[in-house]
């Protein structure tokens, strides 16, 4: 048996010292927030069991689901997952590299690398559908390289193949970018090394595979009229069209969420991997999942006015996995992209966990524009709908239902109200909210506590008309000893109920004030 050397053990010891660390600062921040908007919608899938929703497949709902034992889960339950899970991202993608040939040093390079670039050390803390695209993803290639090094009539390949279309599909069902990864294997099966192999049933069985996991929503979307592909490619791309706006977003994008050292890298990984191409079947494969992944992602990302920078970030996977294969970064290139890469997720860990932002931007602080806010309001603004909800059922016979002005107002309050109370939204478009609750049924209640805080500038009573303001409930948000988010909780009721009731007079001219419609509670809260 082999004898482990000190060389030997360092990468080891340097990759699972990262791992442990990186694990450590996710789990406090874990401990200490709530969900960010989109987190809290995922988290509203649970509530909801469907194939699809407008935004995405329906695997992320199911996880959520799961997380939360048949209802929504909350944010710790749901970040202790999340954090764990994205501690084997790297890992899978070291396996993965060693599965395409990579020395165990290399494939631990490629861990290491993968856990401090900060689109992934950061961006996979939440509840997102790319946690589980990643995996399934960096999954695929590994058994799809595995399959391609194993003789083609080999019970191992037929087992490796059917393994890669039963997680293409998994993909598929996490984003519908999955289909690339598809694309990019099929692609890859046209080569001399691989076209012989649709002589076997692998292929064919992995194909059966793939569309019987996606099956649902296929059938999901043809009965009810693609509404998630018309929501992604119609509905929210009005002011869509190839510019240099577009260009620069995309551009930024890139530098801001992987930092230069780690996009430089890439490069040099990807310039590799063009001259390799047609080295083997394990090259080929590589070289088809970065393109046909990378042109498809980089086109929407170039036309979309509303693109993100992480809906690009699959086409960097497959040069992750060869990067272990390749000599084309040099050590201090690979140094300065971890030290990068530690030092941005130390400040956003300060940025999000301290009040040091708040405090040492002063006026130059603009409080709307920052996410980490996002994850503090809302244990205030769930105290704040707990008591609203309870005196509004309390003073007033009738149906109560929660709306708010937007969908990320909407999705915190049902991921944390779960089937309590009945959630609509008012937003300015359709979203999921008008197929969980029509608005023709909220609008019909008769009390309605309409949330809102301070990022939207509106008067309930304007919002809904035919509605009189029976209490308001406020709470203020302190980061740094200063407000960064105020959220407003109003009681409406229909103007032809409260006409009728036996509300006192005292109550309805309490429930008036001449700074405003309604009475406050106010609160402050710091985390």
Same mark, same amino acid.
């Given at each position: ?23 450590? *600062? ?60 994205? &501690? ?21 390079? *490629? ?78 099966? +046209? ?13 064919? &069985? ?11 929503? #296929? %059938? ?12 992604? #490619? ?10 240099? !706006? ?18 430089? &890298? ?5 310039? =590799? +991997? ?30 979309? !006015?509303?693109?993100?920078? %992480? ?5 960097? +996977?497959?040069?992750?996995? /060869? ?32 009040? +040091? @932002?708040?405090?040492?931007?002063? =006026? ?26 309870? @005196?509004?059922?309390?003073?007033? &016979? ?17 991921? /944390? ?16 909210? =008008? ?9 019909? @209640? ?8 301070? !990022? ?20 203020? *948000? ?50």
């Amino acid at each position: 048996m082999a004898v482990m050397t000190p060389s030997d053990r360092a990468p080891w010891a340097l990759a699972l010292l990262s791992t442990l660390a990186l694990g450590a *600062v996710r789990l406090h921040v874990a401990w200490g927030t709530g969900f960010g908007d989109a987190e809290a919608l995922y988290a509203s899938y649970a509530l909801h069991p469907q194939p699809a929703y407008l935004d995405h497949p329906g695997l992320v709902g199911s996880i959520a689901r799961l997380i939360g034992r048949g209802g929504a889960p909350s944010p710790l339950e749901a970040h202790l997952v999340t954090a764990c899970a994205a &501690g084997l991202v790297p890992w899978v993608a070291g396996f993965a590299s060693r599965a395409a040939g990579a020395t165990t040093r290399g494939a631990l390079g *490629v861990v290491l690398a993968l856990t401090w670039v900060p689109e992934l050390a950061i961006g996979l803390f939440g509840l997102t559908p790319d946690l589980p695209l990643a995996l399934c993803w960096l999954g695929a290639l590994a058994l799809a390289a595995m399959a391609a090094r194993a003789p083609a009539q080999s019970f191992r390949a037929l087992l490796y193949t059917l393994g890669v279309g039963a997680l293409v599909g998994l993909a598929t069902l996490a984003k519908v970018s999955g289909l690339l990864l598809g694309l990019g294997l099929f692609a890859a099966s +046209l080569g001399p090394g691989l076209r012989s192999r649709y002589r076997t049933l692998a292929p064919w &069985g992995a194909l059966a595979v793939a569309l019987v996991l996606m099956a649902k929503v #296929l %059938h999901y979307e043809l009965s009810e009229g693609w509404p998630m592909a018309r929501h992604r #490619l119609i509905a929210t791309q009005t002011a869509s069209g190839f510019s240099l !706006r577009n260009l620069g977003a995309f551009l930024g994008g890139q530098l801001a969420y992987l930092t230069p050292p780690f996009l430089v &890298g890439a490069a040099l990984v990807a310039r =590799d +991997l063009f001259r390799r191409r047609r080295e083997d079947a394990v090259s080929a494969l590589l070289f088809w999942c970065t393109v046909l992944v990378a042109l498809p992602l980089g086109g929407i990302c170039l036309w979309s !006015r509303v693109a993100e920078p %992480h809906w690009f970030a699959p086409a960097y +996977l497959a040069l992750a996995v /060869h990067l272990g294969r390749a000599e084309a970064v040099g050590p201090r290139l690979s140094r300065a992209s971890v030290y990068t890469g530690v030092t941005v997720v130390a400040f956003a860990w300060l940025w999000i966990r301290t009040p +040091l @932002a708040p405090r040492l931007l002063g =006026d130059a602080y603009r409080a709307r524009y920052d996410l980490a806010n996002d994850l503090y309001s809302w244990k205030p603004g769930a105290l704040l709908l707990d008591e609203s909800l309870e @005196a509004a059922r309390r003073e007033g &016979g009738g149906s109560v239902v929660v709306v708010g002005p937007h969908w990320i107002v909407c999705a915190q309050a049902h991921a /944390h109200l779960g089937r309590r109370a009945l959630v609509g939204c008012n937003g300015p478009r359709r979203d999921d909210f =008008d197929g969980w609750l029509p608005r023709a049924r909220w609008a019909s @209640a008769r009390h309605v506590l309409y949330v809102h805080d301070s !990022r939207f500038a509106l008067d309930p009573e304007r919002e809904l008309p035919g509605r009189v303001v029976r209490s308001v409930r406020e709470a203020n *948000v302190v980061r740094g000893g200063r407000v960064v988010r105020t959220l407003w909780v109003t009681h409406l009721e229909r103007l032809s109920d409260y006409a009728g009731s036996a509300v006192s007079p005292a109550l309805r001219s309490k429930s008036v004030s001449s700074s405003g419609p309604g009475f406050g509670v106010v609160r402050s809260f710091s985390p």
